[in-house]
């Protein structure tokens, strides 16, 4: 079983970047898929960018499109989420999630194991 967990966030003025990445505990994150989601007091999770177990295919949602890219070191265990242009509207805490699947990686349900997820607060 896999345990991911996030680090990177925290407050950067709008127009700024942000890395975050997801390592794990247990087994090797290289075995899974991973996706970032998502989520704000009161709503769902919601999608933001996935990448496949080899790295070899990238997903994202159409409003993180061109600003932010996800990318893999399965070397290092790491998963990362380079976020540039950052705007107000991208504050929320952002989870790590690992899937067995390389199908459907843009849907909360398919993933099985999910970090506590770090805050990211964009202020305008």
């Known amino acids: 079983q896999v345990q991911p967990v996030e680090s990177g966030g925290g407050l950067v003025q709008a127009g700024g970047s942000l890395r975050l990445s997801c390592t794990a505990s247990?087994?090797?994150?290289?075995?899974?898929?991973v996706g970032w989601f998502r989520q704000v007091p009161g709503k769902e999770r919601e999608f933001v960018a996935a990448?496949?177990?080899?790295?070899?295919?990238?997903v994202y949602a159409d409003s993180v499109k061109g600003r932010f890219t996800i990318a893999r070191d399965n070397a290092k265990n790491m998963v990362y989420l380079q976020m540039n242009s950052l705007k107000p509207e991208d504050t929320a805490v952002y989870h790590c999630?690992?899937?067995?699947?390389?199908?459907?990686?843009?849907?909360?349900?398919?993933?099985?194991?999910w970090g506590q997820g770090t805050q990211v607060t964009v202020s305008s």
């Open positions: 999630g690992a899937t067995g699947s390389s199908q459907g990686l843009s849907y909360r349900m398919v993933y099985q194991y």
């Open positions: 990448i496949s177990w080899s790295g070899g295919s990238t």
């Open positions: 247990g087994q090797t994150l290289s075995l899974y898929s």
